[in-house]
């Protein structure tokens, strides 16, 4: 079965920092791979998505992220953070051609110190 | 814009109510999703439809169960709702899957829902 890991739970940095989200998954196969956010009172969103191609998806606010296949791995970063980068953040994993469900990651929550 | 919407932001009720939680795309989506969000525990799906008057068990679907009588509309049911069923829970809907892509889901709002 799939499963999707987050490294931490809850990271704190200060503005400017540099930021780096692990995620890795389990399944054989070919994945479709996502990060949402939900911000504070807001709708989970997708903040960027990877199918094919480039393994490096640059999504929305200055995030990217790269697919290493060969380590199963699918890292969020972000060179600065900014305070209304506060938000919690989900790793997601679709294995191609099985169904349209997609396995949630546990979230890592992200607060930012002015 | 894809707009998902759910019937009520917060919802307080008593152990062994019936509960219906109802959400609305206004995308024409083939695909709606039931997710229940707790903390520490991410989202974790309840139940899924692929179409009018279908469903499907995801992982979690012990002590609910789900209608689509129509395409835009989703409803999630706990026949008697318990304690442990407290939680935020959110819609989500999609275009089935085309070829090679996939398609987002797009969530709601969300309803926080308290069992007493």
């Known amino acids: 079965a799939q499963s999707v890991s987050q490294h931490n739970h809850h990271v704190i940095l200060s503005e400017a920092a540099s930021l780096e989200l692990g995620c890795n998954y389990s399944?054989?196969?070919?994945?479709?791979l996502f990060w949402y956010v939900q911000y504070p009172g807001q709708h989970l969103q997708l903040l960027l998505k990877?199918?094919?191609?480039?393994?490096l998806v640059k999504g929305i606010k200055g995030f990217e992220a790269e697919f290493i296949k060969s380590k199963f791995s699918f890292n969020l970063r972000k060179p600065s953070v900014q305070w209304s980068d506060t938000a919690e953040y989900f790793c997601?994993?679709?294995?191609?051609?099985?169904?349209?469900?997609?396995?949630f990651g546990k979230g890592t929550r992200l607060h930012i110190l002015p | 814009d894809v707009k998902v919407t759910q019937s009520s932001r917060y919802l307080v009720k008593r152990t062994g109510e019936k509960v219906f939680l109802e959400c609305v795309q206004d995308?024409?989506?083939?695909?709606m999703f039931w997710y229940r969000q707790d903390p520490g525990l991410g989202l974790r799906l309840i139940y899924f439809?692929?179409?009018?008057?279908?469903?499907e068990k995801g992982d979690i679907p012990e002590g609910y169960s789900v209608s689509r009588e129509k395409k835009e509309r989703f409803s999630l049911i706990l026949e008697s709702a318990s304690t442990n069923q407290t939680s935020m829970y959110l819609c989500?809907?999609?275009?089935?899957?085309?070829?090679?892509?996939?398609?987002?889901?797009?969530f709601g709002p969300g309803t926080r829902l308290t069992v007493l």
């Open positions: 990877y199918f094919s191609g480039d393994p």
């Open positions: 997601a994993v679709n294995a191609v051609n099985r169904d349209d469900k997609i396995i």
């Open positions: 439809s692929y179409d009018v008057k279908m469903k």
């Open positions: 989500a809907s999609s275009s089935p899957t085309g070829g090679s892509s996939y398609n987002e889901q797009f």
């Open positions: 399944y054989g196969g070919t994945v479709n």
């Open positions: 995308m024409d989506h083939e695909n």
